[in-house]
């Protein structure tokens, strides 16, 4: 069943225009009765039925609202250092139905992409787009939503505001660090937020981690191997699922 996400639904009726409108009366053919699900912005999901086709209008009647949650019970923020090409969409797209909440990107020493003031706007749109799609893939009850930070210094500005910041550290695996992430995962309560912040191809170099500890980033090791910085951020996220969704519900 398609899944739509809605401004709101008042008195048990919803109404769909713009894109969603298409999609549902040219691309998926609906007709009056059809069945979706309905996302509102405080997360509730309803099961609707089309009561009404418009010109440009879709009308749906609530069904029943559904009671399980498909988010992880933790606050995920992805942060990537500008990578080349389009590693940035296939980052959003995965990370958005593994269960990220957040995405931020930056530019840090070793990253190749550049983007100024007209080319983010522009890259922050799309990835924004592919964010909304991925999560009516994965069935999300909220719409990830993308930010480019201009320097690395809003980066260490806006950790503040996590009650944790870790960072993905290739020397940490070199070294067989394997006890910092499953530490974080085991002292991470529900609902609290963590800050995952990764590096472009190349990593970070020293002076980027020194920065980042002083602003009380934990570096963590992601397992033995190397990974590519559009992999790290999935093995986080998977990594997370398991500790709080499989794990405790075990």
């Known amino acids: 069943m398609q899944r739509y996400f809605v401004d709101e639904i008042k008195a048990e009726t919803a109404v769909i225009t713009g894109d ?22 405080d997360e509730r999901t309803a099961v609707a039925a089309i009561s009404e086709l418009g010109e440009d209008f879709v ?12 988010e992880l019970p933790v606050e995920i923020t992805i942060a990537s250092g500008l990578p080349k090409g389009d590693k940035l969409e296939l980052i959003t797209q995965k990370g958005t139905e593994l269960g990220a909440k957040h995405f931020l990107s930056f530019p840090a020493k070793r990253s190749i992409s550049k983007w100024d003031g007209k080319k983010a706007k522009k890259k922050t749109e799309r990835l924004e787009k592919i964010a909304m799609e991925a999560a009516e893939q994965s069935h999300r009850s909220f719409i990830p939503d ?3 930070l201009d ?24 070294e067989g660090e394997t006890a910092a992430l499953a530490t974080l995962f085991g002292t991470m309560e529900k609902d609290q937020s963590v800050l995952a912040i990764f590096g472009p191809e190349g990593g ?22 190397i990974l590519r910085t559009e992999t790290a951020p999935f093995y986080f996220l998977a990594a997370a699922s398991y500790a709080f969704e499989l794990a405790k519900n075990g």
Do not use: C, Q
């Not at 170099?205 to 009380?216: G, N, Q, T, V, Y």
């Open 20 to 41: 969603n409108f298409h999609h549902i009366t040219r691309v998926m053919r609906m007709k009056l009765e059809d069945e979706v699900y309905l996302v509102t912005p």
């Open 146 to 148: 993308f930010e480019h």
């Open 204 to 225: 970070f170099d020293a002076e980027e981690i020194a920065k980042l500890e002083a602003h009380h980033a934990l570096k963590v090791g992601l397992g033995p191997r």
């Open 151 to 174: 320097t690395f210094a809003a980066l260490l500005e806006k950790s503040a505001a996590y009650d944790y910041v870790v960072v993905a550290y290739e020397e940490s695996a070199k």
């Open 59 to 70: 009308r749906l009647n609530v069904i029943s609202w559904l009671e399980a949650s498909s």
